[in-house]
Nanobody, 124 residues
């Protein structure tokens, strides 16, 4: 049974930090491109950052570049998102997802495995 379980969300003041984790099970985690998305109320789910399975190359949305860092520990089947210098506009539910389909990695439709999400709230 495939599972992605996010944790680490919570309430933080602007300028603070959080580290999200995404524990994977039921599939070969090390062989999948992984991505973090976020969704604020009334908005579509948006790309935050991604990490490749082969060379662990990373990419970030402009809004988080320089503040967030994605990483993975394949031995622990876990994906991470270190979030620093948090801003109120970073508040959202954060989801991890695995790319399971032969589509371009930028397409949300390429991601077939999803976690349930973890809430991040940033107070100003």
């Amino acid at each position: 049974q495939v599972q992605l379980v996010e944790s680490g969300g919570g309430l933080v003041q602007a300028g603070g930090s959080l580290r999200l984790s995404c524990a994977a099970s039921g599939f070969n985690f090390s062989g999948f491109t992984m991505r973090w998305f976020r969704q604020a109320p009334g908005n579509p789910r948006r790309f935050v950052t991604a990490i490749g399975w082969c060379d662990e190359s990373t990419t970030y949305s402009d809004s988080v570049k320089g503040r967030f860092t994605i990483s993975r520990d394949n031995a622990k089947n876990t994906l991470y998102l270190q979030m620093n210098s948090l801003k109120p506009e970073d508040a959202a539910v954060y989801y991890c997802a695995a790319k399971t389909k032969l589509m371009h990695w930028t397409s949300i439709l390429a991601y077939g495995y999803w976690g349930q999400g973890t809430q991040v709230t940033v107070s100003s």
